[in-house]
């Protein structure tokens, strides 16, 4: 039953081992992609606290004026007196004329044939531009596109290695395998004995095959579990049939509330500034609060808040302002949210490890940088096995020959 194991561990570890290894490798990369970011570019984040800010107003009023066909669509607003303002804009797109006719008199025939088929890189995966500002003068600092980054094609190559719907499938398939490797791993690592077990849990400098026996087998050990559930949670986002299953297994639907509509009589829009007060009236302890713009004049303004203690860095409440009165139209709190919906939550923040705070990044940081090697350790263990196989057969043919001139 060991060789069976084995051959299975071996051989499933031999499909899928350099998708494993480029997973692995880009997830150590992201664990810590904030704290990086600050590291390397404090003055984007950080500001020389004043004595008053600038109206928000102001300050997309400004970055608008000195960045002509810009639409800035939402402003993120920290409580720490030390981050910068961050508005989230977009280009406006000029329309060919021609092109436009001919969308117009496709769509009046009924032609429904996608244009372009745009890949999961397009959907929701923070390609957005940001501006990040001073709050105190309402300077422009920096300009920021996440698309254009090496922390996006890190993502990219985690999520869908750089090959859209086939590269996430693949990625799917091979993060499946690595939880059966992961388990089979266990089995055959299991002792059966006290001393094998004080054997497996300690990792000795002896030689180089040994070094490399123990990186595999009881670092192995050690970060099976967060590999395992760093991958487990991973197939949420390559399959759709898991993420619904979420949703099966708790008797729940993926339905979130639909938004209301803003009651006022179309006026005077609401200035950010309006609404930012009127959020700190809901919600008054929060580390950010995140104002989104209306999409159209019917629609209302939604403020992302996460509070200064939350559950994890999901765990976001959404409030809803009309966007003519700045009245308050209702929220969408984290509590409310069924146990599907925060089981999902939950995926991301076990993901990254940061449910664990930094300790948890710490160890998902780790253990990832320890999956780079698990491919490389176990084909040596595989060689090293196969030579000494080798060897005994010569070994025996060797002392077989000898008999027999004996004879």
Same mark, same amino acid.
């Given at each position: ?99 436009? =006719? ?287 196989? =080798?060897? =005994?057969?010569? =070994? ?12």
């Amino acid at each position: 039953m060991k060789n069976f194991w084995r051959n299975i561990h071996l051989y499933l570890a031999l499909a899928a081992g350099i998708v494993i290894m480029i997973s692995c490798f880009t997830g150590a990369t992201l664990v810590f992609e904030k704290e990086w970011q600050q590291l390397i570019y404090p003055e984007r984040y950080t500001v020389t606290p004043g004595e008053k800010r600038v109206s928000l107003d102001e300050a997309v009023v400004a970055f608008q004026r000195s960045h002509k066909g810009t639409a800035v669509t939402g402003i993120k607003v920290y409580t720490d007196p030390a981050r910068s303002l961050e508005l989230n804009y977009s280009e406006e797109k000029k329309h060919d004329k021609k092109e436009e =006719k001919k969308h117009e008199n496709k769509h009046r025939e009924g032609g429904k044939k996608e244009e372009g088929r745009k890949g999961e890189a397009g959907k929701g995966a923070g390609g957005g531009s940001q501006a990040f500002v001073n709050p105190y003068t309402g300077e422009l600092i920096s300009l920021y596109t996440y698309r254009n980054t090496f922390f996006f094609t890190m993502f990219s190559l985690h999520r869908w290695l750089l090959a859209g719907d086939a590269g996430k499938l693949i990625v799917g398939i091979s993060t499946s395998i690595f939880l059966f490797i992961i388990i089979t791993g266990i089995i055959l690592w299991w002792p059966k004995t006290r001393a094998k077990l004080r054997q497996h849990l300690t990792l000795k400098w002896a030689g180089w095959k040994r070094i490399n026996h123990d990186l595999h087998i009881v670092i192995g050990f050690y970060t099976s579990i967060f590999l395992f559930s760093f991958a487990f949670t991973g197939l949420a986002w390559s399959f759709e049939w898991f993420n619904n299953g979420i949703y099966w297994i708790t008797g729940t639907e993926n339905k979130r509330p639909e938004p209301p509509l803003s009651v006022a009589a179309p006026g005077t829009p609401a200035t950010y500034d309006q609404i930012l007060a009127a959020a700190k009236l809901q919600a008054p302890a929060a580390a950010y609060y995140t104002i989104n713009k209306p999409k159209d004049s019917a629609a209302v303004y939604t403020v992302t808040v996460l509070s200064l203690n939350p559950v994890h860095e999901k765990a976001s409440d959404q409030y809803f302002f009309d966007q003519y009165s700045a009245l308050p139209l209702g929220s969408a709190l984290y509590n409310d949210r069924n146990l599907g919906q925060r089981v999902r939550g939950i995926f991301y923040p076990i993901h990254v490890g940061s449910i664990g705070g930094l300790p948890g990044r710490i160890i998902a940081f780790v253990s990832c940088i320890a999956g780079v090697t698990f491919p490389i350790t176990g084909v040596i263990l595989w060689i090293n096995r196969l030579n000494k196989k =080798k060897k =005994k057969a010569k =070994k025996k043919a060797g002392a077989l020959a000898k008999e027999v001139l004996a004879v």
